[in-house]
């Protein structure tokens, strides 16, 4: 099983979240590329230290929105997204490049990532940046959204990625964070559903039934010191459990 | 002999510059790779017209300032300029990959150019950011300047260029546009001058003499009209002495 | 009647439309304030011309995205966008300030216009900042939008304006530009409607009835060289229809 | 006796330094306005909050440097620079009224302030935006620098502030950064230098002698936790001194 988590992403005199922390538990690294946050001096640190440290890197695309985010959805045309996209992903790689190894996979962030869960234009237009840069590079998403098909249908491999923090549904979608109850508090309940999502692919639905997750990556946080405990709890649990973590990519 | 010009200067909603004509006229094109001009849809379509009537493509590396449109100094650290060259590197190279190619060399634009030429510091950080990306990739820069020597210390190729409608100094300089008669309008003296360069690396400097210069670029301009025309003058006498026209890199 | 157009949306070393010519038609300027367009050089040079030639001055108010010249719609937050709309009133104000004039009615631009159309969230967020501003500052906006009814709540005067050169609904709405014949292209034509409008508050609509339009101002672009003669027509068929124009504001 | 502090230095995600400690010691904030930090939405709050707690609200302007925080020089020309100043102080001047308030002083940031004080080209064009926008305005600068010099030829205001944790040179202007022991650290020892000043206007400069301040206000800093309690030291030492605390403007 791999653990992905967002790094880089402060900007310029600002910084967010704990990298170093994060950086020795997490097996893969979603580095901004300058969209949302990460000016090209933190993305060339993270980028580094990432390789160094054996973590693959992979490029958090966005929303062209420094302001917001990237949380704000915007109606990008297809084209014009396509093109932020390959931007983004060619500047991540001149860092990959020039420390040694190269971008091994997309995770777009935000309102992107949920945008494209649903959206199947703007999932199709993601894709093809993809698919024009490298067909080989894998997509990571949620399992049965709108940028998962569009990946399979341009032949573009998709990885499934699961939240151990966040309630499913019996049909093993995720819960909206506006219903009571989305995101699950208690560190030993997180740790356990992380073991049995890693070690049988299922997580136990809202509604109590387990339901099968297709997924080769848990996401974990780091913006907040509970977080990266979090975190650390959910990594020691899978080793307990036996589970091997490693790059899914 | 090369023609370079700088193109893909436009911004979202704002076009610039006769990119069309000029893609007929050189065989290098310096596009503009997001900071001082060039969104990634402009840069998209600008690349993939350049590499379908091969024209090479170059890295038009500037300062982040699209306000000022990259004309203005700033006192970037060499760290932090170095990783600004290299984000603006990779975003170009991943539409010439998409579009079937590479970026073939680098091309400072503006006050960045300038500062460079004098300045040791800042000329070592662009130079870094080359070799860190691939050291086998031209830098093209004015003969003698700071920024060629900074190459030749980094073992980065650097590739002279000449202007055919600038006034040069007897040791083989350009005369400051702050001078009177610093910029030729003449055509068929423009012209004249670019084969001289190209036919036998020299120019008539403003005492007189003929000064030696190592050139292997013309540089021609294409944001108004008389420019284009001129670009077109220098190309047909060119051609009518016999100069073969290929890029450089 | 009043006559509106957009002006200032170069940016930098980027020009759009021919102020010159529109400044000599107009009798308010939907001024950019840096958001889609319009960075504080170009401000302040059309500020003081509008000012000296006694066009009324309008913020053109949009998102923040200068790349996507503000014709995207963007998810922002109503507290956000209030801090948004505040921002670009205060900044465009010292211009008006500093050219002896003050700034007299709020235009939002682009997506963020059409948006407030219907939208009543960020209509109220919009009408907020003019309202904590000055809210005797009247917003021009579509008769019968979201807009007018938020401002008409919150106190705040609006205006409506109309499109001479844009077909008409039966119940006084906007032809959607998606549909065939949304744009009136004959000039004879649109300057008779804007007469029409101008004089009886009407207009005839796709199915030929006459609805009526509660219109103070007519938008006129400028951004194309036939948008700058239509424009001239409208003005000269509404001088000899006997028509007053004067600012609204 | 004044006391000012940078406050507003966050930017949308991102946060920085403890407005809410500083707020309570200060009696001026220099609130940043969006060129280096500032966005918006925390500037409203940033300023609703000062007007609230009766602390005077000043502009800091700085260079359009989001990405460097304003901490490099830019070679803006002087126009330009005058139109960034008055595009700023506006943009400020929005969130002041909108609170009830209006803005009461201009203060520089980072590369500008050190640029103005010993450039009196870029310090001219600072001080003709406060010209133009109101001549009434006070510009808080260092003593004795150009930026003071263009102000009192302008017939604008200039205040002198001075900084208890910096070293003075015989002549009373600051030892550079670069010199070792230009950075006071011991709180004892500061806050017995910023008693000195205020109530006597003198300094103990570097070679053991007292040399006069003109100022009337100290710059206390709080973007660290160890800057805060500095700077609460330094208010109760005054305080005990007997020195009144109140908003130079």
């Known amino acids: 099983m791999d653990l992905n988590s967002d790094l880089g992403e402060g900007y310029g005199r600002w910084a967010l979240g704990d990298d170093a922390a994060l950086l020795g538990l997490v097996t893969s690294a979603n580095v901004a590329c300058g969209f949302h946050a990460g000016d090209p001096a933190t993305i060339d640190r993270t980028v580094r ?23 704000r959805e915007i109606d990008v045309e297809p084209a014009d997204l396509t093109a932020d996209v ?11 490049r020039a420390a040694g190894d190269r ?12 945008r494209i869960a649903r959206d199947p234009v703007q999932a199709a237009a993601v894709v093809d ?5 490298d067909p080989a590079l894998p997509l990571l ?6 940028a998962m098909e569009a990946a399979r249908e ?5 990885v499934g990625e699961g939240f151990a923090d966040r309630a499913y549904t019996a049909d093993g979608r995720l819960v909206s964070r506006r219903e009571p109850g989305a995101v699950l508090q208690d560190p030993g309940q997180v740790a356990a559903r992380a073991v049995l999502m890693a070690t049988e692919r299922r997580v136990e639905s809202v509604d109590g ?41």
């Open 86 to 96: 390959l931007y983004q992903l060619g500047a991540l790689e001149a860092f990959a």
């Open 209 to 249: 039934t387990e339901v099968e997750v297709g997924v080769r990556s848990l996401c974990v946080h780091g913006d907040t010191p509970g977080a990266v405990d979090l975190a650390r709890k959910v990594r020691a649990a899978l080793k307990e459990a036996g589970v091997t973590l490693e790059p899914f990519a």
């Open 129 to 133: 940046a993809i698919r024009r840069y």
């Open 103 to 114: 971008v091994r996979y997309v995770k777009p962030h935000g309102a992107l990532y949920n």
């Open 141 to 146: 998403t949620l399992p049965g959204s709108a």
């Open 49 to 71: 230290t990432a390789v160094e440290r054996g973590v693959s890197v992979g490029a958090q695309v966005s929303y062209p929105d420094l302001v917001g985010f990237g949380r």
């Open 154 to 158: 341009a032949g573009v491999p998709a």
